[in-house]
């Protein structure tokens, strides 16, 4: 077995997910980049697959690369995730089935793929993205949807924790705050700023930064790592 690590991100193509990818072969590592519109990579390290996370076949097509390519996988990040802020009475069925779909089932997908590998290892780290809006609502972003799905993945954190602990693997999620990314226009920023204590919007580096934290604590599993510039805390 190769000794290079390897982790899988999900949602890899742009913004947060690309962030991830570039932190990890900072650290050295191998990455299989998954998003429905990935293009191929000319860095050797990175082998991109192309295809909906939350389809169980893509799925594990992604799996599969990274122990066909690399021998192996260390790590998985849920970073795939579809956010939509609006009242909650103006929820379309459609936007219902498309965030259940993206948000937990590339969530179970993946996630139940990537185990079986890791119990096979005897190793192995989870992480998934949420938003800190699960625990710390706000009427001025309203997102019950949000809530609900990034909810359920806060949730199963702590219980997959302690249920593959004994099996080497860790667990753990990086919540965060209101980030810098094409989705909020320029002239909503400074408002967006303001719903941080710190003053400001996050960045894709700082949402990695947690990652890699999350990466380089090993006594660390079933946490949630808020990366929201306090926001968690109050206000």
Request: hydrophobic share 45%; no cysteine; glycine share 10%.
């Amino acid at each position: 077995m190769s000794t290079q690590k390897v982790a899988i991100v999900t949602g890899a193509s742009q913004g947060i997910g690309a962030a991830i990818v570039a932190a990890y072969r900072d650290l050295g590592w191998a990455v299989v980049a998954n998003s429905r519109s990935i293009e191929p990579s000319t860095d050797d390290g990175v082998r991109t697959v192309a295809g909906d996370i939350s389809d169980p076949v893509v799925a594990e097509r992604v799996v599969r690369a990274a122990i066909d390519e690399f021998g192996r996988v260390d790590t998985l990040v849920n970073n795939a995730g579809i956010f939509v802020a609006k009242p909650f009475v103006d929820y379309s069925t459609e936007d219902f089935a498309r965030m259940l779909k993206v948000n937990l089932e590339g969530f179970f997908h993946a996630t139940q793929r990537t185990t079986e590998a890791m119990t096979e290892q005897g190793s192995g780290h989870i992480v998934s993205i949420t938003t800190t809006l699960v625990e710390y609502a706000n009427s001025n972003v309203p997102s019950a949807l949000a809530s609900l799905t990034k909810g359920g993945l806060a949730a199963v954190t702590k219980s997959l924790a302690i249920e593959l602990a004994p099996r080497g693997i860790r667990v753990n999620a990086v919540s965060p705050g209101i980030i810098k990314t094409p989705i909020h226009p320029e002239e909503t920023h400074a408002a967006l700023a303001t719903l941080h204590p710190l003053g400001r919007m996050g960045t894709v580096d700082d949402v990695a930064a947690g990652v890699v934290y999350l990466e380089q604590a090993p006594f660390v599993t079933g946490e949630f790592l808020h990366v929201d510039g306090g926001q968690s805390a109050g206000n």
